[in-house]
């Protein structure tokens, strides 16, 4: 992933966190700002109702009061006490409740029998158990009817004005949607009262202050917990799937003396505003989030042009330093810290390639002080015996002829080999200074394995103590693209200095496989090994770890590898032997160039 896409996605994904936080606190600040309001108006629209019942209570009681305490209901008492009589007064009841606005009216003896009854007068003569009612103002009651049906209403017993023995008045008014119209709802608060006439719930007794079919709405739950628990149920009430038509209520059982729950009243309040609110937050959220995502894309186009730009071209400028474009200079597009960066980066190439130039100057000089000493110690060696022959030669002409002769022909034996030394000496610079370029061809590298190992195996076997040759090729052929001439001599180089590190005799390993398009060659010996700082200084001209050698060996040997497009390293520890590695690449069809 490149900067670039990681500024747009932190950016982005930071945007879009900040945004969600900051909707989700203030969604769930407005749901607890909303969910105390609706308390709190939920809770006033109970109490509004509970101040409407009481009021309807009062009312009721009022009524009843009134037609106690008539001259009407006097004189009435005054009959029946006196003529013990009650049938001249059997539809009295009905027309006193008319004139007093009640639903229900009953005229009842002191021993509780029915003088009069307004809503079922064929119940005259009845009892009626007044013993529980009597110890309340007002009470709830559940009325029979002359149809067989009955009714809640709300009632009150009072005894008449000066009548002895007592005549008692139990009047009341119907618990019913008329109840309900004189109720003052708003228009986002639904009332409704459900009369509990039976003991399994009917939907069809729920009355509403709202029009339509009130049983269809799912109150249910909530009336029959009110119902058996005879305390406040509350609950969220879903009327559709769409939250918007959720309601919170409040469901208020009404008690009869006995405590029997005789009807329950449901408040319940529209939560549409809330809902919209809560949506109309999320829509600013999202659509903040969106803009954000946008902003985000901006400011990310906008850093790249002024960051991540500038440091992809630092990376390739760097990239093309690395691989020796030493040249290699940035543009300067700003003067921030950017800027500074891409300055500092031209001036660090100019001084590397400054002091590149001083290093290559001093290597050039030190390389040709290493080769004046390697070739003036080199040459010293055999100058000194052919500057004593020639100084002998010269004190031997006062000898006589026969011993001249024979000093003379020791001479010029000592100065041919010296001589012949020399030009041995100087053969190998040559070498080393003008290596031949490899003239390539396909060639089979297991066949020229098996031939040095056949070469050397005499020698190995007449070794003093012997060596043991143990050649080790996986594949019939390698077929490689290379110089046979130079690859053969380098390869035969690696066998001799095995050779030379086994002066007590031990073990050489040739192998070689094939893998991964380049064939790996193993030589190997069980010599004392070496350091790991000799390891690194190897394959260094004119270094070496042997006695006489001039340290150019492997230096040629490293040189035709890497001719060959190949690399050569060493793995070795004191006491455990050397290994050289060569890997050379695989059915290369291309020349190889120096």
């Known amino acids: 992933m490149s900067l670039r896409q990681k500024l747009l996605l932190v950016l982005s994904l930071t945007v879009v966190c900040a945004v969600a936080v900051v909707a989700w606190a203030v969604s769930l600040r407005t749901r607890e700002a909303f969910a105390e309001a609706d308390r709190k108006h939920t809770a006033a629209l109970v109490d509004q109702f509970r101040r409407e019942f009481d009021g309807r209570a009062e009312d009721v009681a009022a009524r009843v009061d009134r037609l106690a305490a008539s001259d009407r209901m006097a004189g009435i008492a005054f009959d029946l006490a006196r003529t013990e009589d009650p049938s001249p007064y059997l539809n009295e009841a009905s027309a006193l409740a008319r004139d007093y606005q009640l639903d229900f009216l009953e005229i009842i003896a002191a021993d509780g029998s029915i003088v009069s009854s307004a809503q079922w007068p064929a119940r005259f003569g009845y009892k009626e158990d007044v013993q529980a009612a009597g110890r309340q103002s007002t009470f709830l009651k559940r009325e029979e009817l002359a149809d067989g049906s009955s009714e809640i209403g709300l009632f009150a017993l009072r005894t008449v004005r000066d009548s002895s023995p007592p005549l008692l008045l139990l009047g009341g008014k119907r618990l019913d949607r008329g109840f309900l119209a004189n109720l003052a709802v708003p228009d986002d608060t639904l009332v409704l009262l459900y009369p509990v006439l039976t003991p399994a719930f009917d939907p069809h007794q729920l009355v509403t202050t709202a029009s339509g079919d009130a049983h269809t709405l799912p109150f249910q739950f909530l009336i029959e917990q009110a119902r058996s628990s005879g305390k406040e149920a509350r609950s969220v009430i879903y009327v559709t799937e769409r939250r918007e038509d959720s309601m919170d209520a409040t469901?208020?059982?009404l008690a009869a003396p006995d405590g029997s729950v005789l009807a329950v009243v449901v408040v319940a309040e529209s939560r549409r505003a809330f809902v919209e609110l809560q949506q109309h937050i999320r829509a600013i959220a999202y659509g903040v989030a969106g803009a954000g995502i946008l902003l985000a894309i901006a400011a990310s186009l906008w850093i790249a042009s002024r960051i991540s730009r500038p440091i992809e071209h630092l990376a390739t400028a760097a990239s093309k330093v690395a691989v020796g474009d030493w040249d290699t200079q940035v543009e300067i597009a700003s003067h921030d810290e950017v800027g500074e960066l891409a300055a500092s980066f031209n001036h660090m190439t100019q001084q590397l390639a400054q002091q590149r130039e001083r290093l290559v100057q001093s290597e050039r000089v030190a390389a040709w002080r290493e080769l004046a000493r390697r070739l003036a110690h080199e040459l010293k060696n055999p100058l000194f015996p052919l500057q004593l022959t020639v100084e002998n030669l010269t004190k031997a002409r006062s000898l006589p002829p026969d011993e001249f002769d024979e000093l003379f022909r020791e001479s010029t034996d000592t100065l041919t080999a010296e001589i012949a030394n020399l030009k041995n000496v100087i053969a190998r610079f040559s070498d080393f200074s003008k290596m031949p370029k490899p003239q390539s061809q396909e060639i089979d590298l297991a066949d020229m394995l098996r031939t040095i190992a056949?070469?050397?195996?005499?020698?190995?076997?007449?070794?003093?103590?012997p060596?043991?040759?143990?050649?080790?090729?996986?594949?019939?052929?390698?077929?490689?693209?290379?110089?046979?001439?130079?690859?053969?001599?380098?390869?035969?180089?690696?066998?001799?200095?095995a050779m030379d590190a086994m002066p007590d005799g031990g073990t050489l390993a040739i192998a070689a496989e094939q893998k991964d398009g380049v064939v790996e060659v193993r030589i190997s010996d069980t010599g004392t090994g070496m350091t790991a700082e000799e390891c690194e200084r190897l394959f260094t001209p004119y270094y070496t770890t042997k006695q006489h050698g001039t340290?150019?060996?492997?230096?040629?040997?490293?040189?035709v590898i890497s001719d060959h497009h190949g690399a050569i390293r060493v793995e070795s520890a004191p006491g455990t032997g050397s290994t050289f590695i060569v890997d050379l690449p695989c059915n290369s069809t291309k020349a190889a160039t120096a």
């Open 454 to 465: 056949a070469l050397y195996a005499p020698a190995l076997e007449q070794h003093q103590p």
């Open 251 to 253: 469901a208020i059982p």
């Open 467 to 497: 060596i043991a040759l143990r050649c080790e090729i996986e594949e019939e052929h390698l077929p490689i693209s290379a110089d046979p001439d130079l690859l053969h001599r380098a390869l035969s180089n690696l066998v001799l200095n």
């Open 551 to 559: 340290g150019l060996g492997l230096a040629i040997v490293q040189s």
